[in-house]
C-alpha cells in the first residue's frame, strides 16, 4: 500500500479524537504552564534593619554575616553568586538575611550607601561594591588615614560621607544611576547610622569574623561556598 493511501482514513481519526466531529465535541486547549517565581527579586527589610532575600517559606534561611571591606566576603560573594543566588535562592529554596557586621568607617559609609538604595537596588548595588572593593577598598584606606584627623570636628555622619566621596564609593553609586540628592539623604539623618551600629554591636557579640553563616540557627558553611553549599544541601536545599 502506498503511504499517501493512508492520508484520507488518519485525517478522519484526526478530527474525530479532536471532537471537530461526532456531536461537536470541543477539544480542551492544554493550559499554559506558569513560568516559576524568581524568589531573588522578592527583598524585604527586616524591624533590625536586615535586608531578607528570597522566598518566606524557604527550607533552608541562611544567615550572611558580611563587612564590605572583607576581602574574604568579596571572595565568597564572587563564588557564590550564579549557584546561591541566582540559582537556589531564585527557585526558592534558601532564603537569605543578609546583617551587617561592620569593622571601620569606610565599611560603614559603604553599607549607608547600598541600604539607600532600598530593597529593590540592595542586592544590585551590594553585587557592585563587593566587585569593585579592591580598588575603593584601598584608595578609602589612605584617604581615611591622610584626612581622618582634619574630619575631627564633623559630624559622623559628615565624617561618613566624605570617606564615601574619597574612597570612590559615591563614584559606584552615581554610575550605577544612584543620584547626588540620594546620596546626600543616605548621610542626612543618623536613623540607619544608628541602626547599623546596633546590628553591628549585635553581630559582633556572636561571631569572630567575616563571613560567617548561620544554617537554620547553627552555625557553619566555613567561609568559603565550597564548604558552605554542602551543608546547605544537607539542611534540604535543592
Not at 499517501?4 to 471537530?20: E, R, V
Not at 517559606?57 to 550572611?64: I, K, M, N, T, Y
Not at 559615591?170 to 544612584?178: A, D, E, F, V, Y
Request: with cysteine.
Amino acid at each position: 500500500m502506498r503511504p499517501f493511501a493512508l492520508i484520507a482514513p488518519l485525517t478522519a481519526l484526526a478530527l474525530i479524537a479532536g471532537g471537530a466531529i461526532a456531536g461537536g465535541v470541543t477539544a480542551q486547549q492544554p493550559k499554559k504552564a506558569t513560568a516559576p517565581r524568581d524568589w531573588a527579586a522578592y527583598v524585604v527589610q527586616a524591624p533590625s534593619g536586615a535586608f531578607i532575600i528570597g522566598n518566606p517559606g524557604a527550607p533552608v534561611r541562611l544567615v550572611e554575616y558580611l563587612s564590605y571591606t572583607c576581602g574574604s566576603c568579596a571572595q565568597f560573594m564572587a563564588e557564590a553568586k550564579v549557584p546561591l543566588k541566582d540559582g537556589y535562592v531564585r527557585r526558592g529554596a534558601v532564603r537569605i538575611e543578609v546583617r551587617h557586621a561592620v569593622r571601620d568607617p569606610i565599611d560603614m559609609a559603604a553599607a549607608l550607601l547600598a541600604r539607600c538604595a532600598g530593597p529593590g537596588g540592595f542586592v544590585s548595588a551590594t553585587d557592585a561594591i563587593f566587585a569593585e572593593q579592591r580598588d575603593w577598598a584601598r584608595r578609602g584606606a589612605a584617604w581615611w588615614s591622610a584626612n581622618a584627623a582634619a574630619l575631627q570636628s564633623e559630624t559622623r555622619l559628615m565624617q561618613l560621607k566624605a570617606a564615601a566621596e574619597g574612597s570612590g564609593l559615591s563614584t559606584l553609586m552615581r554610575g550605577r544611576g544612584m543620584s547626588d540628592a540620594t546620596i546626600d539623604r543616605c548621610f542626612a539623618t543618623p536613623t540607619d547610622l544608628n541602626r547599623l551600629t546596633a546590628m553591628a554591636d549585635a553581630s559582633w557579640k556572636v561571631i569572630k569574623g567575616t563571613p560567617t553563616f548561620v544554617i537554620n540557627g547553627k552555625t557553619g558553611g566555613g567561609g568559603h561556598w565550597e564548604t558552605l553549599e554542602p551543608q546547605l544541601r544537607a539542611a534540604g536545599a535543592r
